[in-house]
């Protein structure tokens, strides 16, 4: 008992330290998932605004690079703008991204300009339906934008310059408004429209391929109303997302006077522009200094022999209002969705590694009591053969020693022990071959002769080898064996001793019953041979054992009845032998049936 309970105390502790293992892993990995999910997150964010920050600035350099005072139009002297454009296809990298110049002035009379890229200046053209849109889309001040999304152009005021500052820094903050500061009158618009073949085969492709190379991360780009712009629209919730086309430079702070860098300390010099040449730009902010969101930044910077003017001007919009939406999502559908994964994956991971473990204590917890259980069994093997040895030995030794005595002199006597020591000697002869048997079937090394017979001759000669114990034991003998049966493939030596087993047992068994029956049968292509006494019958518990080798009931061994634990067995092993099976059924006091099925020839 007190083994008993240690054992059950070990494995009740393993048990629990086995789920404290398994509960910390969950709460570990999960709190490892939900951090490796934010980061992801964000890593996911500034890769997409990585990307938005290098498209808006290709279409950005575009934009601001064309940004020319008024008098270059009013005069028709296109050098500077020829410079311009020369200077911008030097530095970027997809020179075919503009495909067409073109100018309206503020006067409604005069015909749209056109640049001619032959003779490198503007011609007039004629106001096509396409033109006369993008022109009241620029002066129309309640609905204009730097950006006209159904050409797909770039739309730059010229502004007549009327005012100059002295020396202004201007730094753009959330939450402080600047003075107003009156916006000079529009002489015209520029129009630069952009080819959307080459952003989207050339500009995008090379940017996709730049952050995501590997297709871990899907992409689409939609317009305001959710329309698919480029790619695959993707389904559901969007990972990150970025606005395209948007030309507000970000936390700029412009400088008239190069003195004033000795002011900037650190990473700040890294926002600073500085101007030195006469310039005219119109800039989309994200704040505004009035109630019609007009910004006006002049800055005046004495320069010998002349002077330089920078002036920007422009009407602020929201973030969230740019042209286009980069969206990124994750191949699995979302980022959230591939952490949940992984984390599932992570925990399958570690509690398979837990279930192996307790597994494999539960194996060797098995194993042990097996091992404890047989080696039980060995011991009652042992010492149930030694009791039966020691019968039969007694018997043949007080025989032999009366016979070496003289006590019996007469023919009768003699032949009589002489019978005596025979039987008692077969015995013995038989219980040998028996653990013989089983040793070698165990070890494999038993080999069966298999040849064709009928079943007739099989339990016939199991019959025989039984016949002297029948008699012995007065039992009445039911053989029901029709000739109809088909043949068998079976060792006629190994069926018929296995017969002989369950006759044997059936008589051992009997109780005084003094019957039994040996039968055969055919029905579903197999083959059934059946023995029936009404012995003591077998328990339930008892019946799904008791082929096991070394098994004997309690209540047989209560029973002072002889026997080794191993005839069963032996039957079991031959019937598998031969692809067949043997099974029992049985009632407590009414007697058991045991049945070998064995395949047709």
Not at 550 to 569: K, P
Request: proline share 4%; aromatic share 8%.
């Amino acid at each position: 008992m007190k083994r008993s309970w240690t054992t059950i105390s070990l494995i009740v502790g393993l048990a629990g330290l086995l789920v404290l293992l398994g509960g910390l892993q969950h709460g570990w990995l999960s709190q490892i998932n939900a951090s490796e999910n934010e980061k992801a997150h964000k890593r996911a964010q500034e890769q997409a605004d990585r990307f938005a920050m290098d498209f808006n600035r290709e279409i950005q350099n575009a934009y601001f690079n064309f940004q020319i005072d008024a008098e270059t139009w009013r005069n028709k002297d296109w050098s500077a703008f020829n410079e311009r454009f020369d200077f911008w296809k030097e530095k970027t990298a997809y020179p075919g991204l503009i495909s067409e110049f073109y100018f309206f002035e503020a006067k409604p009379e005069t015909a749209p300009l056109v640049f001619d890229r032959g003779s490198r200046s503007f011609i007039t053209t004629d106001l096509t339906p396409p033109l006369e849109a993008i022109r009241e889309f620029s002066f129309d001040e309640k609905i204009f934008k730097p950006v006209e999304e159904n050409s797909l152009s770039l739309i730059l005021p010229i502004y007549d310059a009327e005012r100059k500052l002295e020396n202004i820094i201007i730094r753009r903050t959330a939450t402080e408004k600047m003075p107003p500061i009156p916006v000079p009158p529009k002489f015209g618009f520029l129009v630069i429209k952009l080819d959307p073949a080459i952003i989207k085969d050339e500009l995008l492709r090379d940017l996709i391929a730049k952050y995501y190379p590997d297709d871990e991360f899907r992409v689409s780009i939609t317009d305001k109303q959710n329309g698919v712009i480029f790619q695959t629209p993707l389904g559901g919730e969007r990972d990150a997302t970025a606005p395209l086309l948007d030309l507000s430079p970000e936390n700029f702070i412009f400088y008239g006077n190069k003195d004033l860098m000795k002011s900037v300390e650190g990473e700040k010099r890294q926002a600073v522009v500085l101007n030195s040449r006469v310039e005219s730009l119109t800039l989309d902010h994200t704040a505004g200094n009035d109630e019609n969101g007009t910004v006006k930044i002049e800055i005046k910077k004495d320069l010998s022999p002349r002077t330089s003017v920078f002036t920007a001007t422009g009407k602020t919009s929201a973030r969230g209002e740019s042209p286009w939406t980069l969206g990124i999502q994750h191949s699995s559908g979302s980022l959230d969705a591939f952490m949940a994964s992984t984390l599932r994956r992570n925990l399958a991971i570690g509690f398979g590694i837990l279930f192996l473990l307790a597994a494999a204590i539960a194996a060797i917890i098995i194993s042990a009591q097996r091992a404890k259980m047989l080696a039980r069994r060995q011991i009652e093997f042992v010492s149930s053969v030694s009791h039966e040895f020691r019968t039969p030995l007694a018997v043949i030794y007080s025989a032999g020693e009366n016979l070496a005595d003289g006590v019996a002199k007469e023919d009768q006597q003699v032949s009589r022990y002489g019978d005596l020591i025979k039987g008692e000697g077969k015995k013995l002869s038989s219980m040998v071959e028996q653990i013989l048997e089983f040793a070698g079937a165990n070890a494999g090394r038993r080999r069966f002769n298999f040849s064709v017979t009928s079943v007739n001759e099989v339990v016939d000669n199991a019959m025989d080898e039984c016949r002297p114990l029948i008699n012995e034991k007065n039992m009445a003998v039911v053989i029901n064996i029709p000739t109809s049966l088909p043949l068998i493939s079976v060792d006629k030596a190994a069926l018929s001793q296995a017969i002989q087993n369950l006759v044997v047992n059936s008589i051992k068994y009997s109780d005084g019953g003094g019957w039994l029956r040996v039968s055969a049968e055919n029905g579903g292509g197999k083959v059934k041979i059946s023995v029936e006494d009404h012995g003591i019958g077998i328990s339930k518990s008892d019946l799904s054992r008791i082929f096991e080798p070394f098994y004997r009931a309690n209540e047989v061994v209560d029973a002072q009845i002889h026997g080794n634990g191993l005839g069963l067995s032996l039957v079991k092993q031959i019937a598998e032998a031969h692809g067949g099976r043997v099974f029992a059924s049985s009632q407590v006091g009414k007697g058991s049936t045991f049945t070998i099925e064995l395949p047709q020839n």
